[in-house]
């Protein structure tokens, strides 16, 4: 008898335990007519924190950082040198009255002058410098930190960070930067654009983590 209860009490166990097994592995949660639902599943934070230093190293790469200063001014080439003709930031960062960013940068890049173009050509707002008044690059997570702060990044979360990156026309303009005025072509940001997306893509997914150290 005791033989018999043995055998049973085995039996409902394996039961049990593939009962959930199936449960485990399913992925998701269980829909009305008893089919398995998938459930989507964020990046693990290390991954996520892999693809914001590949984000990373196209945003300090000096086609995005001239820009993206702490100063009044912008700054030009790879050498990240003062921008010529002491243009300023002014106070809406497009330029003052007499000399507006887009007085010189049109649309699309002008490669017979060497000046750059791209839609509404402009400074980042100083909330958004991703280097120090001495023209040191900031680090990753301090830059990671700007990036995600929705007071500071227009209000943008994860999705909009993901569109700005797709869509936005000055990020595009970073992987087509045209010919400098000698007319070699501008070097390019680290990564091409898709992969910048979908490091970007990949980052958004685990959460938009950001590094600890300073």
């Known amino acids: 008898m005791r033989s018999g209860n043995s055998m049973a009490r085995a039996v409902c166990f394996l039961l049990v335990a593939g009962a959930a097994s199936s449960v485990s592995t399913s992925g998701g949660a269980v829909s009305s007519d008893?089919?398995?639902?998938?459930?989507p599943i964020s990046?693990?934070?290390a991954d996520g924190l892999m693809a914001w230093q590949q984000?990373?190293?196209?945003?300090t790469h000096p086609r995005c950082i001239n820009c993206h200063t702490a100063t009044g001014y912008p700054q030009q080439g790879d050498d990240r040198r003062r921008h010529f003709a002491s243009v300023v930031r002014g106070p809406a960062d497009k330029g003052v009255p007499a000399l507006q960013c887009v007085t010189c940068h049109q649309q699309a890049n002008a490669d017979s002058t060497g000046v750059p173009g791209a839609h509404d050509w402009h400074l980042a707002p100083l909330s958004?410098?991703?280097?120090?008044?001495?023209?040191?690059?900031?680090?990753?997570?301090?830059?990671?930190r700007?990036?995600?702060?929705?007071?500071?990044?227009?209000?943008r979360d994860g999705a909009g960070l993901l569109k700005h990156h797709t869509e936005e026309p000055l990020v595009l303009w970073a992987f087509q930067p045209g010919r400098?005025?000698?007319?070699?072509?501008?070097t390019l940001p680290p990564l091409t654009h898709e992969a910048?997306?979908?490091a970007t893509?990949?980052?958004?997914?685990?959460?938009?983590p950001c590094p600890h150290n300073p």
């Not at 984000?55 to 945003?59: E, I, K, T, W």
């Not at 700007?146 to 209000?155: K, M, P």
């Open 55 to 59: 984000v990373y190293s196209v945003l």
């Open 196 to 198: 910048f997306v979908e």
């Open 146 to 155: 700007a990036v995600t702060d929705r007071s500071r990044n227009g209000q």
């Open 128 to 144: 958004m410098r991703w280097q120090d008044v001495n023209d040191a690059v900031l680090s990753s997570a301090e830059v990671c």
């Open 34 to 39: 008893g089919s398995a639902e998938s459930k």
């Open 180 to 186: 400098r005025i000698d007319g070699n072509l501008r």
């Open 201 to 208: 893509r990949k980052w958004v997914a685990a959460g938009t």
């Open 43 to 45: 990046a693990p934070r």
